[in-house]
């Protein structure tokens, strides 16, 4: 927690980032929420699901995400399959996707690759530090 009331000391990451819509992909409902919260506070708009399919829903909407967070392993169409259909999509392939998993290097395979990948458990500085880089290679 010490890191939340620092960062509330600091720059918001929405003064920082020129990204702001963020579609978070993660079923585990704690930290679907846990996440929300915190982008929210940083001034993101956020955009919670728990899905795969949910997540290419919200992505063929009128106003697609700048920044995917992608749990891998979701119910219904897998986060890796929805990173390879993003990454196929001249739609959507310029979006940046940080890939969240607890699974350890080996135990899955992807065809696409993300632009950041998070290894849960991950602290807010990681997360913050991939929104920022993945932000600045958008806009670069």
């Known amino acids: 927690m010490a890191t939340l009331a620092r960062m509330a000391v600091e720059q918001t990451l929405a003064e920082t980032l020129s990204c702001r819509r963020v579609l978070l992909v993660e079923d585990d409902r704690a930290l679907n929420e846990l996440l929300t919260e915190f982008l929210e506070l940083q001034g993101l708009e956020v955009t919670a699901v728990e899905s795969g399919d949910d997540a290419l829903r919200e992505l063929e909407g009128d106003a697609p995400p700048d ?4 749990d891998l392993r979701v119910p219904g169409i897998s986060g890796g399959e929805v990173l390879r259909r993003m990454k196929q999509n001249p739609r959507w392939s310029h979006i940046p996707v940080a890939a969240m998993t607890g699974m350890r290097p080996g135990e ?10 998070l290894a849960k458990p991950f602290d807010i500085d990681a997360l913050s530090a991939a929104l920022v880089r993945m932000c600045e290679e958008r806009h670069s």
Not at 67 to 70: H, Q
Not at 108 to 117: M, N, S
């Open 108 to 117: 899955f395979h992807l065809v696409a690759d993300p632009d950041e990948f």
């Open 67 to 70: 920044i995917v967070l992608l």
